[in-house]
Nanobody
Framework: DVQLQASGGGLVQAGGSLRLSCAASGFTFDAWAIGWFRQAPGKEREGVSCIGHNDRNTYYEGRFTISGDGKNTVYLQINSLEPEDTAVYFC??????????????WGKGTQVTVSS
């Protein structure tokens, strides 16, 4: 079975940084996508970033940086954190190259709280 474990959340002051990790296991094919999503209190879950599970590259997307170690661990670095970034952050996985809310496998989230 595919399993995902997100970690690295915590309480941080505005302007700080966090690095979240998503450890994935159970993949039986090469073409998996892993996505990061977040859900703030009272808001809908939204996508943050996406990468192939065996991708070793680093992608910079504004304050967010996604990278992978090529061995089923994906990282999300968030810089210049804002109170609006407060949310539960989830990682999810599915076959194929796209990330969206219909992804099949979801891990338990990790809480990120940004204080002003």
């Amino acid at each position: 079975d595919v399993q995902l474990q997100a970690s690295g959340g915590g309480l941080v002051q505005a302007g700080g940084s966090l690095r979240l990790s998503c450890a994935a296991s159970g993949f039986t094919f090469d073409a998996w996508a892993i996505g990061w999503f977040r859900q703030a209190p009272g808001k809908e879950r939204e996508g943050v970033s996406c990468i192939g599970h065996n991708d070793r590259n680093t992608y910079y997307e504004g304050r967010f940086t996604i990278s992978g170690d090529g061995k089923n661990t994906v990282y999300l670095q968030i810089n210049s954190l804002e109170p609006e970034d407060t949310a539960v952050y989830f990682c999810a996985a599915d076959l194929g190259g796209e990330c969206d809310l219909t992804m099949k496998y979801w891990g338990k989230g990790t809480q990120v709280t940004v204080s002003s």
